[in-house]
């Protein structure tokens, strides 16, 4: 499995001892083709793990075409690292492959006054909010900090500030991409038109993107949010489910707000609490307002509070994001579907089946059902063709997270996910399970991660600038492209 490292240019790296190619073969051919500014490390070396010195510059890009073609030529599987956040269990097929880590690609550049950004590949969420709120502006960021920016976008990127500019990948305007083929593309509305569809949704599936440029917009409510955090008992789950049913009907822009049911030890909450949060992008007085209906609950620990709009992830939920979600090296079991209603009879029945099910085995307690809302408006500001993101109607996407304490109790979690899952699908309005390509446990399948209407267009994509299957490691558009390669 690949973790996340911090280096420079590409590190070779088998796992699988001589896997197809002797990885020192791959080091001296690497290192007589590529510029010299390029890290090239095995993995049994010590430079391997270790942070190299910071260097901004975009010119690195032709070492990468070089060892795309490389590889491609060699047959060595390869896969892009930005900041390595990426959990679909699909990565698991890349053995003895070339890590291509993006690295040190972590420049930012914010122009106020053209309203754009640019930044390199493997910028993370937390140093573009920091950027943009000291220039008083803003953009769509993810719920987690620490996650790469630039790969969020290639999956869409949804986070609180969707409900105004919808997906992250909405406010894409240029990709500098590295293909198959070794090109350097400039992909953009008008070049590579067809590309840039396919990039904002499902980029992975393309190439290697070093520099992304974004539409950024000037701050709301002098980039001041209201953060509110409050808990609710298992018990009342009905009573916050139909909250949640009422919001959804009329849900305003500047609301975002999630839910985490889970576990509690707390003998008050009865075993099971869930947790509420809402992000409001403007006054707290307006905010307090909208939630109205879930404080006239009673619920407990309520903090309403006003910050500055970067640092909402860091106090969202009393921070559980930043202080879980940035740290690496979790047994993480991962699944997910998108929601198109709020059944409410279906969500009690899911709780309770929940709570029971812990009650009777405290190796489920690692279980969280993480619901996330945004308000549609951002995403239906562009059309539903405009780009591969398929899901602009889905009213909830729920994430059902589990950690293991360790690896012998995969197997039971592994199944109460999917249970869950399929439990959760049957109110969801829609017959498919559909579900956020960035959220998926990797078992879906391309029609779920993409829709079947927009498959064939992605095939056709890939088809054309992927046509060996290098970038199909990662929820792929076509699964079954990648034979040759070692694996
Ligand atoms: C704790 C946590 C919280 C999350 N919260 C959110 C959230 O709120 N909203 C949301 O939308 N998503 C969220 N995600 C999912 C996140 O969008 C994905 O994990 C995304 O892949 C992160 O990008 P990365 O660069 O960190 O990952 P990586 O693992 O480095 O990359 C993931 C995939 O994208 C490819 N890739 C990455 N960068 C590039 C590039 N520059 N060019 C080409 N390919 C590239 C990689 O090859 C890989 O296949 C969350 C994930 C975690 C673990
Ligand atoms: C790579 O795979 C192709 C297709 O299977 C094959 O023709 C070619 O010889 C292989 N190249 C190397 C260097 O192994
Ligand atoms: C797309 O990129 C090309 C090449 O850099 C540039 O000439 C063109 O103006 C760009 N188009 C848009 C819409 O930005
Ligand atoms: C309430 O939230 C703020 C951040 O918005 C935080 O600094 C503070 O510690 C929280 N208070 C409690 C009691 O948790």
């Known amino acids: 499995m690949l973790a996340r490292w911090s280096s420079w240019g590409f590190v070779a790296f088998a796992p699988l001892a001589l896997a197809?190619?002797?990885?020192?073969?791959?080091?001296?051919?690497?290192?007589?083709?590529?510029?010299?500014?390029?890290?090239?490390?095995?993995?049994?070396?010590?430079?391997?793990?270790?942070?190299?010195?910071?260097?901004?510059?975009?010119?690195?890009?032709?070492?990468?075409?070089?060892?795309?073609?490389?590889?491609?030529?060699?047959?060595?599987?390869?896969?892009?690292?930005?900041?390595?956040?990426?959990?679909?269990?699909?990565?698991?097929?890349?053995?003895?492959?070339?890590?291509?880590?993006?690295?040190?690609?972590?420049?930012?550049?914010?122009?106020?006054?053209?309203?754009?950004?640019?930044?390199?590949?493997?910028v993370n969420g937390y140093?573009?909010?920091?950027?943009?709120?000291?220039?008083?502006?803003?953009?769509?960021?993810?719920?987690?900090?620490?996650?790469?920016?630039?790969?969020?976008?290639?999956?869409?990127?949804?986070?609180?500030?969707?409900?105004?500019?919808?997906?992250?990948?909405?406010?894409?305007?240029?990709?500098?991409?590295?293909?198959?083929?070794?090109?350097?593309?400039?992909?953009?509305?008008?070049?590579?038109?067809?590309?840039?569809?396919?990039?904002?949704?499902?980029?992975?599936?393309f190439g290697v993107g070093i520099c992304f440029t974004f539409r950024i917009y000037p701050a709301t409510n002098s980039g001041q949010a209201m953060n509110a955090d409050m808990t609710f008992v298992g018990s009342q789950s009905e009573s916050v489910w139909k909250a949640v049913e009422q919001l959804a009907a009329s849900q305003p822009k500047e609301l975002a707000f999630g839910l985490s049911v889970r576990y509690s030890p707390d003998p008050a909450l009865k075993g099971i609490m869930i947790a509420a949060n809402f992000i409001y992008a403007g006054p707290q007085s307006e905010g307090k307002a909208l939630i109205q209906p879930f404080l006239d609950l009673e619920p407990q620990g309520v903090n309403i509070s006003t910050v500055d709009w970067k640092d909402i992830p860091s106090v969202a939920n009393g921070g559980a994001i930043t202080n879980y979600g940035c740290i690496p090296g979790v047994y993480y079991i991962p699944y997910s579907l998108n929601l198109y209603?709020?059944?409410?009879?279906?969500?009690?029945?899911?709780?309770?089946?929940?709570?029971?099910?812990?009650?009777?085995?405290?190796?489920?307690?690692?279980?969280?059902?993480?619901?996330?809302?945004?308000?549609?408006?951002?995403?239906?500001?562009?059309?539903?063709?405009?780009?591969?993101?398929?899901?602009?109607?889905?009213?909830?996407?729920?994430?059902?997270?589990?950690?293991?304490a360790h690896a012998s109790q995969a197997p039971v979690l592994t199944n109460f996910g999917r249970e869950l899952r399929d439990l959760l699908q049957r109110g969801s309005g829609r017959d498919q399970l559909d579900v956020y390509v960035h959220f998926a446990h990797g078992d879906e399948g391309p029609a779920s991660w993409y829709t079947a209407e927009r498959l064939p267009k992605l095939v056709s994509l890939k088809e054309t600038y992927d046509p060996t299957g290098m970038f199909s490691w990662y929820n792929p558009a076509i699964l079954a492209t990648t034979q040759h390669y070692t694996v």
Request: charged share 15%; with cysteine.
């Open 341 to 404: 209603q709020v059944d409410v009879p279906n969500l009690v029945g899911v709780v309770n089946y929940m709570s029971e099910a812990i009650g009777a085995d405290a190796v489920l307690q690692g279980t969280s059902i993480v619901w996330q809302q945004y308000a549609p408006h951002g995403f239906q500001l562009q059309a539903d063709d405009s780009s591969a993101f398929p899901y602009r109607d889905a009213k909830a996407f729920v994430q059902i997270d589990i950690l293991a």
């Open 127 to 205: 140093q573009v909010a920091t950027a943009l709120q000291e220039a008083g502006m803003e953009i769509a960021t993810p719920q987690c900090p620490c996650i790469g920016f630039a790969g969020a976008s290639l999956g869409g990127g949804i986070g609180p500030y969707s409900g105004l500019y919808g997906p992250i990948s909405d406010s894409l305007l240029s990709v500098d991409l590295v293909t198959a083929d070794g090109r350097l593309l400039t992909v953009n509305e008008t070049d590579f038109a067809d590309l840039f569809y396919g990039i904002k949704g499902a980029g992975f599936n």
């Open 20 to 122: 197809l190619r002797d990885p020192q073969t791959v080091y001296d051919a690497l290192s007589a083709v590529l510029s010299p500014g390029s890290e090239i490390s095995l993995a049994s070396d010590d430079t391997y793990q270790k942070d190299f010195t910071p260097r901004y510059n975009f010119a690195q890009a032709p070492t990468y075409s070089i060892g795309v073609t490389y590889a491609r030529d060699s047959n060595i599987s390869i896969l892009t690292t930005g900041r390595g956040h990426g959990y679909t269990t699909s990565l698991a097929r890349v053995q003895g492959g070339i890590n291509l880590d993006l690295g040190k690609f972590d420049s930012i550049h914010v122009d106020s006054g053209a309203k754009t950004m640019t930044i390199g590949g493997a």
